[in-house]
C-alpha cells in the first residue's frame, strides 16, 4: 500500500471516529443531560439542607508533665473515637455529654510552633500544644473544651506527676513558713532589746529582714503554684465563631453537577455497547 493511499485510509478512519462519536452523543445527550439535572438538584439539595455547617476553632494548652508530640498522641486517640463513633468510650474519656458527641466532626493537635506557621503567633514559643477541632454546633466551645482538659488532667500518669508536685510545693511550702517564724521570732526579739537602737545592732539585723522579704517573697510564688497545681493550662481558649465554614452552594452543584455528567456518559456508554452487541447477534 503507498503511502498516499495508507494516509488516505487513516483520515477515512478519522472522520468515520468523529461521525460516531457525534451519533453516540446524538443518540444518548438526553440520557446524560437527565442524569446532569438531577445530580445537580441533589447537589443543590445537600447543600441547603443536608449539609450542616462546620465551624473551627483551636486552643492552645500547656502541660507540665506531657510533651507536646505526648499530647498530640492523646488527641488523636480521641479523634479516632470520632471517627469510630465509639460515643461510650468518648464520653467515659472526657464525660462530654452523649447529645454534644454527634456535634464534633474532628479532633486536632500539633506542637504549637507548627500551628504558628498557619494560623497565628503566640507569645509563647515553648512545647504549648494547639488543638484544634471542628463543629457543627457553634454553641458548644466550652462543653468540648472542658471535657479535653479533663481528659488530659485525668490521664494516670499525669495525676501521679500532679500529685507529686503538689506534695512537693507543700513540704517546701512548710519549710518556708518554718523559717519565717523563726526570723519572725528573732525580730521581736532584736526588737525587744535593749541595744536596739545600736548602730550596730541595726546595721546586723539589716541582712535578718532582707531575707524575711524574700521568704515571704517564696511563700507567695509557692502559695501561686499550688493554688496552679493542675498539669493542663488553657492559653487560649476556643473562640464562638458565628460563620460556619461550608461549601457554597455553586461549588456543591459543580461538583454534583461534574460527577452526575460523568455518570450519565458511563451508563450512554454501556447502553451503546449493549445496542451494538444485540445488532451484532441479530446479524448472526
Do not use: C
Not at 446524538?26 to 446524560?32: A, E, F, V
Not at 462546620?54 to 506531657?66: D, N
Not at 454553641?139 to 488530659?152: D, K, S
Amino acid at each position: 500500500m503507498s503511502q498516499a493511499s495508507q494516509q488516505g485510509y487513516e483520515e477515512i478512519d478519522l472522520i468515520e471516529l468523529v461521525i460516531k462519536i457525534y451519533k453516540f452523543f446524538k443518540r444518548r445527550y438526553k440520557l446524560m443531560l437527565i442524569t446532569v439535572m438531577i445530580a445537580v438538584l441533589l447537589g443543590w439539595i445537600a447543600s441547603s439542607l443536608l449539609i450542616l455547617p462546620r465551624y473551627f476553632s483551636s486552643m492552645i494548652i500547656s502541660s507540665r508533665s506531657l510533651s507536646a508530640s505526648e499530647v498530640s498522641g492523646l488527641i488523636s486517640t480521641l479523634d479516632e473515637l470520632v471517627k469510630d463513633y465509639n460515643v461510650k468510650e468518648f464520653t467515659k474519656l472526657t464525660k462530654i455529654p452523649e447529645k454534644d458527641f454527634g456535634t464534633i466532626v474532628a479532633i486536632k493537635a500539633m506542637p504549637n510552633r507548627d500551628f504558628q506557621k498557619y494560623v497565628e503567633k503566640d507569645v509563647r514559643k515553648d512545647s504549648t500544644v494547639a488543638i484544634s477541632i471542628d463543629l457543627t454546633n457553634n454553641a458548644q466551645w466550652e462543653i468540648i473544651q472542658n471535657g479535653i482538659v479533663y481528659y488530659l488532667e485525668n490521664i494516670p500518669y499525669v495525676q501521679k506527676r500532679t500529685k507529686i508536685y503538689r506534695e512537693g510545693q507543700e513540704k517546701l511550702l512548710q519549710q518556708v513558713q518554718k523559717e519565717i517564724k523563726n526570723i519572725d521570732s528573732l525580730k521581736k526579739i532584736i526588737e525587744a532589746s535593749p541595744n536596739a537602737k545600736n548602730t550596730i545592732i541595726l546595721s546586723n539585723s539589716g541582712g535578718i529582714y532582707n531575707e524575711a522579704f524574700k521568704l515571704h517573697e517564696t511563700e507567695k510564688n509557692i502559695k501561686e503554684n499550688i493554688a496552679l497545681s493542675n498539669d493542663i493550662h488553657v492559653i487560649k481558649d476556643f473562640a464562638h465563631l458565628q460563620q460556619p465554614k461550608k461549601a457554597s452552594v455553586k461549588e456543591t452543584i459543580l461538583i454534583f453537577g461534574g460527577v452526575g455528567f460523568i455518570l450519565g456518559f458511563l451508563l450512554a456508554l454501556i447502553l451503546e455497547l449493549n445496542r451494538i452487541i444485540r445488532k451484532r447477534e441479530n446479524k448472526i
